[in-house]
């Protein structure tokens, strides 16, 4: 799906728990999700916490849609 | 058996009618081969004939669908061939479409094998390739003889009734269709002896082809993600209580569109998980963890995101066909576009 709205000019942020998958089938731009079980949380974390890597991961990923990308790249998750 | 008798389908410009000012032309029938039918009727040599040779406008058959599919039907029919020819297609979509849709009805309505070729990237290669068997030809139609000798060949082996043999055997782009065959001797010996033909240097041939993947121009970069609308997209199951949309916990048909206007977060009260691949009573306790929701509208109501756009689109993962996938993506997209949307985050599981 990625795929198909990049190609329609919507750059497009993935989360995906096993990146190795969305970087085989060609996906641009990678993050890594925490979990299958839950990919942006943590149920170890208390609330806020939790909230707070939700709101970080979230923001990384807005910053990779507006960076340069040129290939498959799993982009790490900085702030 | 006698001559296997062939009725060969074409468009109107292939006819000789005309070109793009004739592409409504209605469905129509001559006697014997015509235009291509000419080399296709020489490739067939003496066992086979083309008995007749029933074109249509281009325009006129995807424009009218059943209507003109059946009357193209009726005209076959009439001549009760063994097998059915369409096209060649080449690069054309909607001459290719056609030729699929002709190919199948006939096998699927009148029962009577059928064939057709086109090129490989055509639009209508993705549509018709699992229902009927397409020889795959070069763009341009400079290659007409050696792609006639190629579906005499096929044709004259369906008109006998014989069966479809292998992509490799027949010539056709594979179906995708997967056949289970039993082996003589059990997999981990063949894959050991594939491994060491590798290593070796030896040429090798691997049973399941690793899908082949075309590079991909990724979109533009966002300018400014602060005066961006973002849309949120999920193949993670995560819906609205009750699954108005009844998206299937696997190989799901179809996504789900609904609305967030109101919401700071996605409760367990409102929203559900449906994905049938994952154990997801993590996310049905706040489906934030995988539709992040109330991130992005702290976001937004910062400044640090221009808008989150208000109808989020779900659908589930488990068990997806590629195409499927890929119209799933296509559809959500152009909505998106539609709608004004700039950019995705999409979270999968």
């Known amino acids: 799906m990625t795929r198909e709205l990049e190609r329609l000019g919507l750059p497009t942020v ?44 979230v923001e990384a990923a807005l910053g990779v849609l507006q960076a340069p990308c040129d290939r498959p790249t799993l982009f790490p998750i900085t702030s | 058996m006698g001559r296997i008798r062939m009725v060969h389908y074409l468009n ?36 086979g004939e083309i008995v007749a040779t029933v074109y249509c406008g281009d325009d006129c058959v995807n424009a009218n669908g059943d209507e003109v599919i059946r009357a193209i039907l009726e005209l076959v029919a009439r001549h009760r061939p063994n097998v059915v020819v369409a096209g060649p297609a080449f690069a054309s979509g909607r001459y290719g479409v056609a030729c699929g849709a002709v190919a199948q009805a006939v096998e699927a309505r009148l029962g009577i094998p059928a064939l057709t070729a ?16 397409i020889i795959p030809t070069e763009s341009s139609p400079a290659t007409m003889k050696e792609i006639v000798v190629a579906m005499a060949r096929l044709a004259l082996k369906r008109g006998r009734g014989e069966p479809l043999g292998s992509p490799e055997e027949d010539c056709y782009i594979p179906r995708g269709i997967r056949k289970n065959v039993v082996e003589a001797r059990p997999a981990a010996e063949r894959v050991v002896e594939l491994l060491l033909a590798k290593l070796q240097g030896e040429p090798y041939r691997t049973e399941i082809p690793f899908p082949q993947v075309e590079l991909l121009t990724p979109a533009v ?13 999920t193949s ?69 995101v221009g808008r989150l756009y208000e109808y989020c689109y779900a659908t589930v993962g488990a068990g997806a066909p590629i195409d499927r996938a890929r119209r799933f993506g296509r559809e959500i997209g152009e909505e998106l576009l539609a709608a004004g949307v700039q950019a995705v985050i999409l979270t999968a599981t």
């Open chain 2, 12 to 47: 109107q410009f292939f006819a000789g009618v005309g070109g793009e000012k004739h592409a409504d032309l209605p469905p129509a029938i001559r006697l014997g081969p015509v235009g291509p039918g000419l080399p296709l009727q020489e490739a067939l040599k003496g066992e």
């Open chain 2, 221 to 233: 970069p966002l300018a400014d993600v602060r005066i961006a609308t973002i849309a949120l997209v």
């Open chain 2, 236 to 304: 993670g199951g995560v819906v609205p209580k009750g699954n108005p949309d009844r998206i299937e916990a696997r190989r799901a048909s179809r996504w789900s569109r609904f609305s967030i206007a109101d919401l700071d977060d996605l409760t367990a009260e409102d929203f559900e998980c449906v994905h049938g691949g994952f154990d997801h009573d993590l996310v049905a306790e706040d489906p934030d963890r995988a539709l992040p929701v109330d991130a992005l509208r702290e976001l937004e109501r910062e400044g640090k």
């Open chain 2, 118 to 133: 086109m090129s490989p990237d055509n639009p209508a290669v993705e549509l018709y390739r699992r229902l009927v068997p």
């Open chain 1, 14 to 57: 993935i989360f995906s728990a096993i990146p190795a998958i969305p970087l085989a089938f060609g996906a641009p731009r990678i993050m890594a999700a925490k979990a299958i079980r839950h990919p942006l949380g943590d149920p170890g974390l208390p609330r806020d916490r939790e909230r707070r890597l939700r709101r970080a991961m």
